[in-house]
């Protein structure tokens, strides 16, 4: 499992390094010395610091600020060259070390590009893994929660007096998340709500009944049903994104774990 989770971080750096920034990027930005800082040089420097950094580079603000940064940058490389900086170890294992890493992440690009998913793939996997699309049986409930037997009884008057089910959970309801909106908690599935509401809502059979009042942990529940929802499956149009995406992660997978082992076999390696 560890060793799918590198092969997977791996692989999505690597397509972070394909990136493309449009025609753009070789337009210069400003000049330090003699050297010219393009917007494709602007543009990696904010790749790492993700999302928040390209909505910043979107303002004129943002864009002179992150400018400011990488010519501050260039600076002090300049000031580190003509110190002799670069000829340190230390300086020297780093940059073998950053060498490394970017061919492998070239060599892995050059690898996993040719990988391609096709429909006829995703509607395979769909066809041969029906028990993963399935949509399991589950109820639209409501449900007025209270408190104590005086609140309850009154409950049950107003509703068996004809007021609506909407209103009543509105005016006593002490459900936060659902008592503003009629008591409604919307569909859910069997294993989410507790054992004795669960019980009572998959036990109510028609649109509109109205289960006795059930006691659990948070206190006295009505339960109205809007809708019994039998198990189904789900449609292959509506899950096919999801089964691409997850193919072109096993291929990826796959692909690079296959091209280690021929390497390894390649360069002897020793494990210490």
Do not use: C
Not at 32 to 41: F, L, N, Q, R, Y
Not at 101 to 116: E, N, S, T, W
Not at 223 to 230: C, F, Q, V, Y
């Amino acid at each position: 499992m560890k060793a799918k989770k590198v092969f997977m971080a791996l692989a999505f750096t690597v397509l972070l390094a394909g990136m493309s920034y449009g025609a753009e990027g070789d337009k210069v930005l400003a000049r330090v010395g003699s050297s010219d800082i393009t917007e494709a040089e602007v543009l990696e420097f904010i790749q790492p610091f993700g999302q928040q950094a390209l909505m910043l580079y979107g303002s004129e603000q943002g864009r002179k600020m992150i400018l400011d940064d990488v010519i501050s940058m260039r600076l002090y490389a300049l000031d580190g060259e003509a110190s002799g900086l670069d000829q340190t170890p230390e300086f020297q294992a780093t940059l073998t070390n950053a060498k490394r890493a970017m061919l492998a992440q070239a060599a892995m690009r050059k690898v996993i590009d040719g990988i391609a998913v096709t429909d006829e793939d995703a509607r395979k996997f769909y066809d041969d893994n029906p028990a993963m699309f399935v949509q399991p049986e589950r109820v639209h409930a409501r449900h007025i929660l209270v408190s104590d037997d005086a609140v309850l009884s009154k409950v049950q008057e107003e509703l068996k007096a004809g007021k609506s089910f909407d209103a009543v959970a509105k005016e006593y309801s002490i459900d936060p998340g659902s008592a503003a909106n009629g008591g409604d908690l919307g569909e859910f599935p069997k294993g989410v709500m507790v054992r004795e509401f669960e019980t009572a809502a998959f036990g109510l059979k028609n649109p509109g009944d109205v289960s006795e009042p059930v006691k659990s942990q948070f206190g006295w529940h009505i339960i109205k049903l809007e809708e019994h929802i039998p198990e189904s499956a789900v449609e292959f149009e509506q899950v096919k994104p999801q089964i691409l995406e997850e193919l072109r992660s096993q291929k990826t997978q796959e692909t690079l774990e296959n091209r280690s082992k021929e390497l390894e076999a390649k360069y002897p390696v020793e494990r210490f």
